[in-house]
């Protein structure tokens, strides 16, 4: 099966012996060697793959706190020398936790596990979820909080954060901007590089701004046309 994958670990022993298993066994992409958490992040900005190998001891962040830090639907491989994270670790996206050493009887037993659980999920639909239905969860900590759509008022985009602003709270969800719109559907619309509105919240437009709640969202002339296109449609 053709799946892509990277590898998160700061033991360049660890890093190659899982490089050389990836390689001999699989047909698998390894996209990228990642030797701390924060030159991970800075990958996953960027990239896209089906799952991580994530070792769980690592400075600055450990593989915990970094699953606590990337999209729900981020798909992981556990690989760690210590077995009392293993309850922990099913909390997050995980299809398997290998113990270290890894042996090749071990790895091509997980080998197994990991195409089964992509065959299974190539033959549910829709492959792509969308928020169509009036709400979706959005991932806090290890808590998915439900979150109506008719509730926000804007996605803000802020480096390798999107803010998600409600008239009642604002969350940090690290996802790009881009992965977020195409999620949405109407009555949200992208206005700006930095700016998802809900157009069922603008109080007024004036002046190439949006007025939602106290926020003055600019509107680009990027974007322009897409979203006056849409208000005309409602202009008596």
């Not at 994958?5 to 390689?23: G, H, R, S, T, Y």
């Not at 809900?198 to 003055?216: E, G, M, S, V």
Request: charged share 25%; hydrophobic share 40%; with cysteine.
């Amino acid at each position: 099966m053709n799946l892509s994958c990277i590898i998160i670990d700061d033991e360049p022993n660890a890093v190659n012996l899982l490089e050389i298993l990836v390689q001999q066994s699989t047909q698998w992409q390894l996209k990228a060697k990642c030797y701390n958490a924060l030159e991970a992040l800075a990958f996953l900005k960027t990239h896209k793959v089906d799952f991580i190998f994530l070792d769980i001891n690592m400075p600055q962040l450990t593989g915990m706190e970094l699953a606590g830090l990337l999209p729900p639907q981020t798909k992981i491989v556990f690989t760690t020398a210590y077995s009392e994270y293993a309850a922990e670790s099913y909390t997050y996206q995980t299809i398997d936790y290998l113990l270290k050493p890894i042996t090749l009887k071990r790895f091509l037993a997980a080998m197994q596990k990991i195409e089964a659980y992509f065959g299974k999920a190539e033959q549910m639909t829709p492959k792509t979820q969308t928020a169509d239905e009036g709400y979706f969860f959005v991932k806090s900590g290890k808590v998915l909080r439900r979150i109506l759509l008719d509730e926000i008022l804007y996605f803000e985009g802020e480096k390798e954060y999107v803010r998600l602003v409600t008239g009642q709270e604002q969350l940090l969800i690290y996802r790009r901007l881009k992965d977020i719109e195409e999620q949405l559907s109407a009555p949200f619309v992208r206005v700006h590089n930095s700016f998802i509105v809900n157009t069922k919240q603008l109080a007024k437009i004036q002046d190439n701004h949006i007025y939602i709640a106290d926020k003055h969202i600019p509107v680009s002339e990027k974007f322009k046309e897409g979203f006056m296109a849409i208000i005309n449609k409602r202009i008596f």
